[in-house]
């Protein structure tokens, strides 16, 4: 049981129109009863108007919005003090909150509460901090469909089904005279599990491109010295942020940027150029670009097309042959009857140099289509570790049927089928740690 009343700023500590102080807990109306121009009581949720007041003297004129548990965004008693905006005044309330038997809350404990009151699952707890950090459309469209139940009744159906399975399987267990698994014949229980995994695989698929969508996509951009990569930065940032010169190595280390294109957002990383070189320094970046590649969702590999390949572009084409990549022949401008051939469809022409990028922009967009996200029977897990919860389920479910179609007993079969329905509880969070609990709630903002 909760016994304490929390206090945070829920609005950012900054001059600025109006700033929020958010108050939950047992005693949130006693304390604001010590503290403003008349009595409000706790019998609905309702708005008030009034006076912050410390003994005679008055702070700031105020609307409390004021919700009576469990009819609030943590099931407590909740008070939002909208007080005018400035640091000085907000820090003046929060102290007097403080100093009249408030305690300040950690980061995300607001979220925290509502999660262990039974307002929100963990799902929609961790969409409440996407949302916040959310950096493109795609990715805020994501979190608002987690915030909402539909993610529940996905989850419980998925639960439910297995659950039936269960309780054929243990009806065979504890009536071994009957044959078959309870109702179901051996195949329709191949059959059912089949059909679940399969929905559970395409969950994971979705999700770990709603992760990228999310997250934004790691590019990493590899050549030699002089093919364009500082020129491709600059055209995909649209700004000047990569020196581009002439000489060669000229860029030593990781050059960092972050665009947002159509519905992704990219986390671009330019690298020095890959090439034999006896400067310590030089080869410590060229070392650093090569351990980039296996970090990369994407590689942008990027080819000069007024000359030949040579043998340290071949080991790059080596090296990026397993990731996702896209094949550039830049500086098309200078010589547009290049003789590059190379197997692959993911190749484009481009200027980098005149930022005419276009084609390539197109390109991206396509390998990470978003197109399939959004369905209404479904739901798109964002964070890493809530798909791999899910793939622990479509594994058990795998070595359920695997031990089913090879003969095994069915008390051995319903071992981890009772493990896929307990993995898909610790999604929704029915079992949880304390400690990973208070670590997942510690990335919040404060008052969140």
């Not at 965004?73 to 009249?100: A, R, S």
Request: net charge negative; charged share 25%.
């Amino acid at each position: 049981m909760i016994n304490d009343t929390i206090v945070a700023p829920a609005t950012s500590m900054m001059n600025q129109a109006i700033s929020i102080i958010r108050l939950s807990g047992p005693d949130a109306f006693p304390i604001i009863n010590k503290i403003f121009s008349k009595v409000v009581k706790p019998h609905k949720n309702e708005i008030h108007y009034g006076f912050i007041k410390d003994g005679t003297e008055t702070l700031d004129q105020v609307l409390l919005m004021c919700f009576e548990n469990p009819n609030s965004f943590t099931g407590e008693d909740v008070i939002e003090i909208n007080c005018h905006g400035g640091v000085y005044i907000t820090n003046k309330i929060l102290k007097l909150l403080l100093k009249n038997g408030a305690r300040l809350a950690n980061r995300g404990e607001f979220s925290q509460r509502a999660f262990l009151n039974g307002k929100i699952n963990l799902i929609q707890a961790e969409a409440i901090n996407d949302l916040v950090h959310a950096t493109n459309d795609q990715s805020a469209k994501i979190a608002i469909s987690n915030l909402q139940n539909k993610n529940i009744s996905v989850i419980n159906n998925f639960r439910n089904d297995l659950l039936d399975i269960i309780a054929n399987i243990e009806v065979n267990i504890d009536y071994p005279e009957y044959d078959g698994v309870g109702d179901l014949t051996a195949d329709e229980l191949h059959e059912k599990l089949k059909v679940l995994s399969n929905k559970i695989a395409e969950i994971i698929a979705l999700s770990k491109i709603g992760k990228v969508v999310n997250d934004g996509v790691n590019l990493v951009i590899l050549g030699q010295p002089n093919v364009g990569k500082s020129s491709l930065l600059n055209a995909l940032l649209n700004e000047d942020k990569a020196i581009v010169s002439d000489t060669p190595g000229t860029t030593r280390d990781i050059v960092e940027g972050r665009v947002n294109i159509g519905n992704l957002t990219l986390n671009l990383i330019d690298t020095a150029g890959i090439r034999t070189t006896d400067n310590e320094i030089e080869q410590i970046g060229i070392n650093k670009a090569k351990q980039q590649i296996t970090l990369a969702d994407l590689v942008l590999l990027v080819f000069d097309s007024t000359r030949f390949l040579s043998v340290e572009e071949q080991e790059l084409l080596e090296l990026t042959k397993n990731k996702k990549r896209i094949i550039i022949i830049n500086k098309i401008d200078l010589n547009p009857h290049h003789q590059y051939h190379f197997p692959t469809d993911h190749q484009i022409e481009i200027a980098a140099i005149s930022r005419d990028i276009k084609p390539l922009i197109n390109k991206i967009n396509e390998l990470f289509s978003t197109d399939q996200l959004f369905k209404d029977d479904t739901i798109i897990l964002s964070n890493i570790k809530q798909i791999s919860i899910l793939e622990n389920v479509e594994k058990s479910l795998k070595n359920a049927y695997n031990n089913s179609t090879d003969g095994f007993p069915v008390d051995i079969v319903n071992v981890d089928l009772h493990e896929s329905w307990n993995l898909l509880g610790e999604l929704l969070g029915e079992s949880y740690d304390d400690n990973l609990l208070d670590t997942m709630f510690s990335k919040y903002c404060l008052g969140k």
